[in-house]
C-alpha cells in the first residue's frame, strides 16, 4: 500500500537554530502534500498545503516565513521551522494522495517530534 | 463553518463491548468524512470513510452510521478489543477537493479494558 516516510522522528534542538523534516512518498508521486501540527492531546491541525512546483497555501494564522515549504519534486516535500522556539515545540505530520489517484484518501507519515530547548 | 466537533472526549469500554464515538459537522459542502486511528508517537491511519450518498457502511467490526439532515455521523467498533485502545479522529473534507484538505475533530481517547 501507499507509504509516507518523514525523517526525522525526532528532533531536539537550541532555541534559535532552524530545523528541516522531510516527507517522502515511497511509492507513489503525490503533487499535493499536507503538512498538519498536533500538540499534546490535541487534534491535527493542518498548517499548510504543499504543491509539487509551486508555492505552498498557508492556512490561516501559519507564519509562511517561519514554516519554509518546498515541494521539489513529486516525492519529497520539506518542512523547515526557521528560527525555532520552544513555542514551535509539538509533533509534525505530513500526509500525501497518490497523483494517479486523486480519489485516493490520505496517507500519513509518522510525525516528527520537534522538542525546542 | 469549518469544525467538526467530536464528542465524548474520552470513552471507557469493556472488552467485547461496543464503542460509539460520533461527530456532527456544519459546513454542507463536505462530502467525504474518513475515520482515522492513532496510537501514541504515530500518524493516524484511515479506518473507514464515507460518502453522503448513503446512510451506513461497514467495514469488519467497524460501522460509519451517517445523518445527512442532521449532518451528524458516527463510529461504531463492535466486539471493542484492548488492541482498539488508541485516539480515534473523524474528520471532513469536500466542496470540490473531496480528498483534498481534512478538517479534524477533536479526538476521543478510547481505553478499552480486558
Known amino acids: 500500500g501507499a507509504v509516507v516516510s518523514q525523517h526525522p522522528s525526532w528532533v531536539i534542538c537550541k532555541s534559535g537554530t532552524s530545523v528541516k523534516i522531510e516527507c517522502r512518498s515511497l511509492?507513489?508521486?503525490?503533487?499535493?502534500m499536507f503538512w498538519y501540527r498536533q500538540f499534546p492531546k490535541q487534534s491535527l491541525m493542518l498548517m499548510a498545503t504543499s504543491n509539487e512546483g509551486s508555492k505552498a497555501t498557508y492556512e490561516q494564522g501559519v507564519e509562511k516565513d517561519k514554516f519554509l515549504i518546498n515541494h521539489a519534486s513529486l516525492t519529497l516535500s520539506t518542512l523547515t521551522v526557521t528560527s525555532a522556539h520552544p513555542e514551535d515545540s509539538s509533533f509534525y505530520i505530513c500526509?500525501?494522495?497518490?497523483?494517479?489517484?486523486?480519489?485516493?484518501?490520505?496517507?500519513f507519515g509518522d510525525g516528527t517530534r520537534l522538542s525546542i530547548l | 463553518q469549518q469544525q467538526v466537533k467530536q464528542s465524548p472526549q474520552s470513552l471507557i469500554v469493556q472488552k467485547g463491548g461496543i464503542s460509539i464515538i460520533n461527530c456532527a459537522y456544519e459546513n454542507t459542502a463536505f462530502d467525504y468524512f474518513p475515520w482515522y486511528q492513532q496510537f501514541p508517537g504515530k500518524g493516524p491511519a484511515l479506518l473507514i470513510a464515507?460518502?453522503?450518498?448513503?446512510s451506513e457502511k461497514k467495514e469488519g467490526r467497524f460501522t460509519i452510521s451517517f445523518n445527512k439532515s442532521a449532518k451528524q455521523f458516527s463510529l461504531h467498533i463492535m466486539d471493542s478489543q484492548p488492541g482498539d485502545s488508541a485516539t480515534y479522529f473523524c474528520a471532513a473534507s469536500g466542496g470540490g477537493t473531496s480528498y483534498g484538505k481534512l478538517t479534524f475533530g477533536q479526538g476521543t481517547i478510547l481505553t478499552v479494558h480486558p
Open positions: 500526509s500525501a494522495t497518490p497523483a494517479h489517484l486523486p480519489k485516493q484518501p490520505q496517507h
Open positions: 511509492d507513489f508521486q503525490a503533487t499535493t
Open positions: 464515507i460518502r453522503p450518498d448513503v
